[in-house]
C-alpha cells in the first residue's frame, strides 16, 4: 500500500481520473491497495504507468494553484484516515499474515 499526496482535493482527484486512463485503479482520495501476490513486473509497470499519469495530468493541471499550510495538513490527514478505514477493513488480507 501507499499514498500519492497532491497539494489538494482537486488535484488529487485530477491526478486519479489520469491513473484510470492508464489502467491504474486508486482508492479515494489517491490511495492504491497493493496485493501479495504483486511481483517486480507489476510494479515496474506501475512505475512506467504513474509516470505517464504523472505526466499528463502536470500538462492538464494548474500547477501554480496556492497551497498553505493549513489546507495540505487538512488534505494528509483526509488521505490518512482513508488510509486507515481501508486497511482495517480489508479482512482477507489480516487474515492471510
Known amino acids: 500500500m501507499f499514498d500519492i499526496v497532491m497539494p489538494s482535493q482537486r488535484h488529487g482527484s485530477a491526478f486519479v481520473r489520469r491513473c484510470l486512463q492508464y489502467g491504474i485503479y486508486t482508492g479515494y482520495p489517491a490511495t492504491y491497495m497493493s496485493n501479495i501476490s504483486m511481483g517486480n513486473t507489476f510494479f515496474s509497470t506501475l512505475q512506467e ?3 505517464g499519469a504523472l505526466a499528463d495530468y502536470r500538462k492538464d493541471e494548474d500547477m501554480t ?23 482495517l477493513s480489508n479482512k482477507t488480507y489480516w487474515a492471510q499474515l
Open 49 to 51: 504507468a504513474l509516470k
Open 65 to 87: 494553484a496556492r497551497v498553505t499550510d493549513r489546507s495540505m495538513i487538512e488534505y494528509c490527514w483526509r488521505a490518512f484516515r482513508a488510509t486507515a478505514n481501508t486497511c
